[in-house]
Nanobody, 125 residues
Framework: QVQLVESGGGLVQAGDSLRLSCAAS????????MGWFRQAPGKEREFVAT?????????YYPDSVKGRFTISRDNAKNTVYLQMNSLKPEDTAVYYC?????????????????WGQGTQVTVSS
């Protein structure tokens, strides 16, 4: 099992920045990829960013956050980060960290095996 704990969410104004952190514990050696997803009220969970865990050489973003969000990881600390700049009201959602042990960096919700509890990000206009 892998346990994930997110932190860093909050209430900010449009144009501000936030950095989310996700600390992994347990069988972290089994992780192939880490990802961030978000879910706004009444909407499906959507992909935000992903990185392959060991090399960190494969990183993907959707067009909606590309150029504004940056995913990174610190293997020594078993932590993945999501730096979010130029935040917009439409970025408001609960942000979830996820870990996958079967597939490398992936955009699919079903490719991830472990999920954190989520952290709220609210961007006011």
């Amino acid at each position: 099992q892998v346990q994930l704990v997110e932190s860093g969410g909050g209430l900010v104004q449009a144009g501000d920045s936030l950095r989310l952190s996700c600390a992994a514990s347990g069988r972290t050696f089994s992780i192939y990829a880490m990802g961030w997803f978000r879910q706004a009220p009444g909407k499906e969970r959507e992909f935000v960013a992903t990185i392959n865990w060991v090399a960190g050489s494969r990183i993907y973003y959707p067009d909606s956050v590309k150029g504004r969000f940056t995913i990174s990881r610190d293997n020594a600390k078993n932590t993945v980060y999501l730096q979010m700049n130029s935040l917009k009201p439409e970025d408001t959602a609960v942000y979830y960290c996820a870990a996958g042990r079967r597939v490398g960096a992936s955009v699919g919700v079903s490719d991830y095996d472990y999920w954190g509890q989520g952290t709220q990000v609210t961007v006011s206009s």
